[in-house]
């Protein structure tokens, strides 16, 4: 026993010292010289500093389409066909002031308010309900498969045989326009919020349309404002057009009966000027209301970069 004992030993001391990394010398690097006649840290530019901001980027871009569009008009030289910007403008300007423009604006505006609101509604109660329990999940998916590809366009001859010529028309084919896109966006982004805030929610005790308020809808908030956006994009769509349809009642209409108006009258600078008001609305919401809602949201809560 002693025998095997000591030849034990020697393998069992040369097997950890296998073990044990060997130790490397240490390196000191030298240190970096100072850069000399170089500048470290140097002003932008204001060309550099002007560039970096969005709006003006953009200005520059829309500027840069309507000289385009002003060079190629006055060398095609058919104002019948295309009139030049200068006309457009003229247009614009007249119709605003002394023509039913600003009128055709207002009333248009008006429908799609109502209607985007009632198509939000709707959309937040079924995907509230979507989340809840699922049965109503199930009822959620296959409406929005059923009814989302549906172009809202193709449901003018029930909307005129149900409601009849006018506003609650325009309203009807609106409203089926914002709902189904709003309501898959929105539950989508409730499905992705992750468990780990499910769970804190559910430990504060939250449930029903508390946890919904306060903890889905903060969370999913980027597909939430991805779908308002698609919505408001479909609902100003779909209201032009129906209103090139039908959209006139007791001798009022809006800006899409203004344009078809204008058409039929062979005022080509008119027909533009409706476009471009057209153009400049959807600008206007895009770049500035929902741009100052992603400002305030989204990007000061860091779920989106800048």
């Not at 004992?5 to 040369?14: D, E, F, Q």
Request: with cysteine; glycine share 8%; net charge positive.
């Amino acid at each position: 026993m002693a025998t095997s004992t000591g030849n034990l030993a020697p393998s069992g001391v040369a097997a950890s010292a296998r073990l044990v990394p060997p130790v490397r010398a240490e390196y000191v690097a030298a240190a970096l010289e100072p850069a000399a006649g170089r500048d470290v840290q140097r002003p932008l530019s204001i060309w550099s500093r002007l560039a970096n901001v969005d709006g003006l980027r953009r200005l520059v871009i829309l500027a840069a389409l309507l000289a385009v569009w002003e060079v190629y008009a006055r060398w095609l030289d058919n104002p019948l066909m295309f009139p030049t910007l200068t006309a457009t403008v003229e247009a614009l300007v007249d119709g605003l002031q002394h023509g039913a423009l600003l009128e055709r604006i207002l009333a248009s505006l008006k429908a799609l308010s109502i209607s985007y609101a009632i198509g939000i509604a709707l959309a937040g109660a079924l995907t509230a309900l979507a989340v809840s329990t699922r049965i109503f999940t199930d009822v959620l998916a296959t409406l929005t498969s059923m009814f989302n590809p549906l172009p809202a366009i193709a449901l003018l001859p029930l909307a005129l045989q149900w409601f009849g010529l006018g506003t609650p028309s325009l309203v009807f084919v609106i409203v089926h326009s914002v709902l189904w896109p709003v309501a898959l966006n929105t539950h989508s982004g409730f499905l992705a919020v992750s468990e780990t805030q499910r769970l804190a929610g559910q430990n504060y005790g939250l449930r029903g349309l508390r946890f919904v308020a306060l903890i889905l809808v903060p969370a999913a908030f980027p597909s939430i404002l991805t779908g308002l956006k698609i919505g408001w994009a479909f609902a100003w769509r779909t209201l032009i057009a129906a209103e090139l349809v039908f959209g006139v009642s007791s001798r009022s209409g809006g800006l899409g009966w203004f344009i078809f108006e204008m058409r039929n009258q062979l005022e080509t600078a008119s027909v533009f000027a409706g476009l471009l008001c057209v153009i400049l609305i959807g600008l206007f919401v895009e770049s500035v209301i929902f741009r100052s809602i992603e400002a305030r949201t989204v990007r000061r809560w860091g779920m989106q970069r800048s």
